[in-house]
């Protein structure tokens, strides 16, 4: 009976840390230009790909600023496929969107 218990936890991890993020990548402290792939509007998060090869996983925090024309914006302004400009602050293996514009 134990065995099946460890076996059903460790295939438990497996399936909750493969469903993490996945194929995101991290990048140094910085701003970067590219198109935005996912908006996942339940977990204020973005996927943006940068570099035709990277794709950056961004969690919104209540510090995060999102712009269009200089103006503030909600983050239901948001949608695939639109060009942006994120300003991203590398925190250990993760990224902290500080800034998020708008291009189009």
């Known amino acids: 009976m134990k065995m099946k218990?460890?076996?059903?936890s460790v295939f438990s991890a497996f399936v909750l840390l493969s469903s993490c993020?996945?194929?995101?990548d991290v990048v140094d402290?910085?701003?970067y230009t590219g198109k935005i792939k996912k908006?996942?509007?339940?977990?204020t998060e973005i996927y943006v790909t940068i570099d035709k090869e990277k794709e950056l996983e961004l969690y919104f925090t209540?510090?995060?600023t999102?712009?269009?024309?200089?103006?503030?914006?909600?983050f239901s302004e948001l949608s695939k496929g639109q060009k942006v400009?994120?300003?991203v602050k590398k925190v250990g293996k993760r990224l902290d969107p500080l800034a998020?514009?708008?291009l189009e």
């Open 21 to 24: 993020g996945g194929n995101t």
């Open 39 to 43: 908006v996942k509007p339940e977990e």
């Open 100 to 102: 998020v514009e708008i």
């Open 62 to 64: 209540d510090e995060t």
């Open 85 to 87: 400009k994120v300003e």
């Open 66 to 74: 999102l712009t269009k024309n200089g103006n503030d914006v909600e």
């Open 5 to 8: 218990s460890l076996i059903v």
């Open 29 to 31: 402290s910085g701003t």
